[in-house]
């Protein structure tokens, strides 16, 4: 309706304003596009793990007289619920980041504190795996912003660097401030690497190199769509390097505080 209305307006208006109205209808269709897309692929997603929680509570049922059958189907049903909670949390994530701009309220934000929080997060796994994580560059450097939302697009990153890369190896977390003022946060691990046609793919929602073993480390698919939306609402970018056999490196770059030109308040 909006759309009809902003037409009606341009013919009055004269040609000249009806390329830069076309415009905006072709955006508000392609958003339009974007989201019912997304709610298509969240059902499809949704539909997997709900689909085994039912079965794998019908097969739980059968077994009551069999303990070791019992044990391995109340195994499968955590790990899928698991999965669901992990799927929920994410969507939820999501749309929030979408709704939000976090330079709305922003904050003064420690980057240390951030990749420390990060790090912690992953400790735990790291450690099972024998994997080590490793900071380099402590230089202080401040962005503004909203230290949660960066805490999760940093812990995001180090999981999938965990996740992807074999027992005993290394990840590096290395920290960084250009002469442009770019504060720049790298994820480097040792795994296998990514093809340049998935490197042109894996920001997308749902989208996975190797659906069968994201699913088994647990991924939902929507890990670095997250952590794009949230580097773009920081006014940064993300860079991504990477060789098949020899690992990949996530770079996240955001404006330093002493140039952004946005009012702060300092975070308490
Ligand atoms: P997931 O939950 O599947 O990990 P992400 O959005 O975080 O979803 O990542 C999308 C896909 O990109 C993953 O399924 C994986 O195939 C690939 N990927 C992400 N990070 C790495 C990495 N560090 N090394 C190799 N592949 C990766």
Redesign the pocket.
Known sequence: ETDLRMRVRASRLGSRYVLVLAEDHTETHRLEEVRRDFVANISHELKTPIGAVGLLAEALDAASDDPEQVRYFAASLTRESGRLGRLTQDIIELSRLQASDPLNEPALVDIRSVIHTAVERNRVEAEARGIEIVTRGGKHASVVGDSDMLAVAVH?LVA??V??SPDGSRVGIGTAVTDHGIVEIAVT?Q????SEADRER?FERF????PA??RR?G???????IVKHVVQNHGGDIRLWSQLGSG?T?TIRLPEASTASVPVREEN
């Open positions: 995001n999938n660097a996740h992807y691990d795994g296998d690497g990514i894996i989208y996975r190199v190797d073993r994201s480390t991924g939902t698919g929507l890990g670095l769509a990949s996530f």
